[in-house]
């Protein structure tokens, strides 16, 4: 009976064994499948909005277009150092936000398909872009005019820019004087959205996604907006 019991724990390692090497030689996606699984679950996921959506496959594009030879590799074929050479380029050719959110984007690809790699039985495999870093975002220097330099403006505008003039001088001086954003809260704005005995605009934003940071928020009507 021992024996049959030895044979039986070496015939168990070995089929362990087996099915061990098989989940290594389980050959690792191509990038565009990742992009493919990206894109599948950034459409699905409810909790962001169609405007970073959006904002996310443009990077995604961008990568395509700055390393477009990166859509013919196996996850495995793409390098750390791969990775660095492109971002340096990139770096000196776009915006630090925009920099910044692209590589971020890059990395959430690598990394949920790695994920389900392993999940369907594949080895564990390192993200190349995980060492890549955020470059400092620079603050832009605003040079505003005196007020009644911008008053002055809004009144030229008022006055001669023909019969759109009026309303394009209201709405400058709505945005200016209020400081909505105007896609997702000014154009958003009505009458029943003003308590008059608070004296404040309540900012809802878009009905469907709502402000920048979701929330609801109250802007007081200072003497100029009244």
């Given amino acids: 009976r021992s024996q049959t019991n030895n044979r039986h724990w070496k015939s168990l390692i070995v089929a362990s064994q087996e099915h061990q090497e098989a989940r290594c030689h389980l050959p690792p996606p191509m990038f565009t ?41 196996r996850l495995d074929q793409i390098t750390a150092q791969a990775c660095k050479d492109w971002a340096a380029k990139l770096s000196n050719e776009i915006a630090c936000h925009y920099y910044n959110n692209t590589i971020a984007t890059l990395r959430q690809v690598l990394q949920a398909a790695f994920k389900s790699h392993k999940e369907k039985g594949g080895g564990v495999l390192e993200n190349p872009a995980a060492e890549l870093k955020r470059v400092r975002v620079k603050q832009k ?86």
């Fill in 141 to 226: 220097h605003l040079q505003l005019p005196e007020s009644s330099h911008f008053k002055s403006l809004v009144e030229n505008l008022r006055m001669r820019s023909g019969g759109w003039g009026p309303r394009v001088a209201d709405l400058i001086e709505f945005l200016a004087y209020s400081g909505l954003r105007i896609r997702s809260e000014a154009l958003w704005v009505t009458w029943n959205d003003i308590d008059w005995k608070r004296k404040e605009i309540i900012v809802r934003g878009d009905p469907v996604t709502a402000t920048k940071n979701s929330e609801t928020r109250r802007v007081p009507i200072i003497q100029d907006m009244e």
């Fill in 33 to 73: 499948e990742a992009v493919d699984l990206f894109k599948r679950d950034l459409e699905s996921d409810a909790a962001i909005k169609p405007q970073s959506k959006g904002y996310r496959l443009g990077c995604l594009r961008k990568i395509e277009l700055s390393w477009p030879g990166l859509w013919k590799l």
